[in-house]
């Protein structure tokens, strides 16, 4: 069955507007806590209103003694915090705005964005999240508490 997950960031207050240009990081931790199967999607982190995210970094432990497993990294739909999937994902996925189908949860490591909508994002009057989705089911099973981790720098949009 496909779930969503809660990091230690969303299970927190919301992250605080930035000031100006200056870029701040919003770090974001979960640790596993059964075997993950595809779809399951990880709710990180949330960009505030009017801001963008300038980079971002996908670190994990070894998620797969089989070597198996690809990640995503995007936009999810629907209001922070709401774990009820379907609220969450369109046509089971979310987006693949800054990390699509990574390796690095099969021995683990850091992956940084590679794909340019996530900067190309334009600023919402809303808070969004941002979340990590298996792709690709692993094809062993993760050491009990793993961990993925989600560094995203943010800052203030500029409004024209």
């Known amino acids: 069955m496909s779930k969503v997950f809660l990091s230690n960031q969303i299970k927190q207050a919301p992250v605080a507007a930035g000031q100006g240009n200056a870029d701040f990081t919003v770090i974001a931790r ?9 779809n399951h999607v990880f709710e990180m982190a949330v960009i505030p209103p ?8 996908l670190i994990t432990g070894d998620l797969d003694t089989g070597a198996a497993i690809t990640l995503s990294v995007g936009a999810m739909i629907g209001t922070v915090g ?5 609220n969450r994902t369109t ?7 800054f990390i699509a189908a990574s ?3 099969q021995a683990g490591g850091v992956a940084r964005a590679t794909v340019a909508a996530g900067f190309l994002l334009a600023p919402s009057a809303q ?7 298996v792709k690709t089911a692993p094809a062993g099973s993760a ?6 981790m989600l560094h995203l720098t943010l800052r203030a949009a500029e409004i024209l």
């Open 91 to 97: 046509a089971n996925a979310i987006g693949e705005e």
């Open 103 to 105: 390796t690095v949860g």
């Open 30 to 38: 979960a640790v596993t806590t059964e075997n993950l199967a595809a």
């Open 143 to 148: 050491p009990a508490g793993a961990q993925i």
């Open 50 to 57: 009017y801001h963008t995210v300038v980079d971002a970094k």
């Open 127 to 133: 808070y969004r999240s941002v979340g990590v989705q």
């Open 82 to 86: 709401d774990r009820v999937f379907a």
